[in-house]
């Protein structure tokens, strides 16, 4: 009886000693080791088969989502504080909604209201973004709803658009933001680069670009909240000492030196049409490459799409792109290139620069109206004579054209992307693509996958340890080099089809 019972408690030993061991097995998703022939392999063998071979537990079948959060609980205070901080900043823009209303009614002959009381109907087919009315935000929607319950409401006028005041009492009024007023004619600024002849030696040499006759001229075109600048002063220099042609560098409506009118929507259209009659008309350019930077890619394809016989080529650096799904195209675009997160901070910079008009005007009038002491403070404190451009770029708008760009050429021009890419597909343009892989403003992806797939016939050129800016700052002599080689293949393919072949 002593024997039988010392063998029991063994074997009640050895079984415990097995579940526990199968327990940790199947935590990790192995097989159970028990030895064949042992007390407990009997029981482990019908308990515990291979993980894979087991539906999951119901937990995870039933809630998926609950779950993934349950099991990873550092994601909580990530969401809770991003809820509340743009449900503070929802609040916050209404309250400013109503602050603005006083002012402009005190202090602007005709007040234009703002996007918060307007609803998107007939302006639905003029180039104007449904984003502007309704950016998905439940808290602030309700906020407004109640405000215009109550019965709360911002006093505008009839007068005509043409007696809006420009600048408003928010933006700047100096000499150099009004500059474009003295100009007359509403054409944008824009900077001419010519690329000068190297001079050769010898007998027998071959012939200048003088010699050969000028060459196709390029328009360069910046992204949002930027100039001319942007290629003026890092790939125009870098191309001095190559063909004879014309470099382009233009500012876009509402930005740099261009007209900053407050009667425009400064829609796709707007900006298009604003090229064609400062630049393309003017200056007679029958022939020419586009070259552009984020938001100037929708730009120049919407350009070259309504103009594809006189376009050699167009090179595209971080264009923002997505393939057509079943969300609306204009909020795919909100939602990818401003996602409400707090982290990098360019990212929520973005965020609330793009889904607050209030909030937005607000740092617009802090920033932009006192450029001039900010400047001032730069140059003290870098203990330099200037203030680089970039910087510099940042102040030279006013909230509405950064606004209404913002919204309407990057959001409203998505809706017409694939339209002018097919254009451009069936007319045969060259299109080269460059884009950083470290691009935190516009996702690699928009390139590499969704662009691509449009245009699988288009140049792909992806760098490794680039952002959005030094995709182009810091490599402006390779960059430059890439543009000599691209356009030299563009224009001699050119003159080998001059049979009627549509060009590669």
Known sequence: MEGASNRRKLQLGQGG????????????????????????????????????????????????????????????????????????????DVLLCLVYA?????????????YCHRTHGAEEDSGVSDTLYVRRSAF????????????????TTNASPDKARSPRW?????????????????????????????????AGAATTGSERGPEDDAIFIHGFTSSSSFWAQTVFPELAAAANRRLLAVDLLGFGDSPKPANCAYTLRDHVEAIERSLIDPLGLTSFHLVSHSMGCTVAIALAARNPARVKSITLVAPPYFLPCEEKASQVALSRLAERKLWPPLVFGTAVMSWYEHIGRTVCFVICKN?????????????KRGVDFVVRDLTRHTHHSAWNTMHNVICGGAGVQDRNLEVLAAAGVPVRVVHGDGDQVVPVECSSRHLKSKLPRAELRLLGGRDHRTV??????????????FWSGCENREAVVMDGCVRA
Request: charged fraction near 25%; include cysteine.
């Open 17 to 92: 000693e097995a579940r526990r061991h199968d327990g940790e097995a199947y935590k990790k998703g192995h097989k159970p080791t028990t030895r064949r022939g042992s007390t407990a392999h009997t029981r482990a063998t019908t308990l515990f088969q291979p993980y894979d071979s087991h539906p999951p537990p119901p937990s995870t079948s039933i809630m998926p989502g609950l779950a993934d959060l349950l099991s990873r609980p550092a994601k909580w205070p990530r969401v809770a504080l991003t809820a509340a901080v743009f449900t503070f900043l929802d609040v916050l």
């Open 102 to 114: 006083v002012l402009d009614a005190f202090l602007e002959e005709s007040p234009v209201a703002c």
């Open 140 to 155: 602030r929607d309700a906020l407004l709803a109640l405000i215009r319950t109550v019965g709360v409401r911002r006093r």
């Open 170 to 202: 928010s933006d700047c009024g100096c000499a150099r933001c009004l500059v474009w007023r003295s100009s007359g004619g509403g054409r944008l600024h824009f900077v001419v680069g010519k690329e000068e002849p190297t001079p050769t030696k010898g």
């Open 371 to 383: 450029h001039r002491v900010w400047e001032w403070l730069i140059r003290i404190l870098t203990r």
């Open 472 to 485: 182009v700052f810091g490599r402006e002599k390779e960059f430059a080099e890439e543009l000599r080689v």
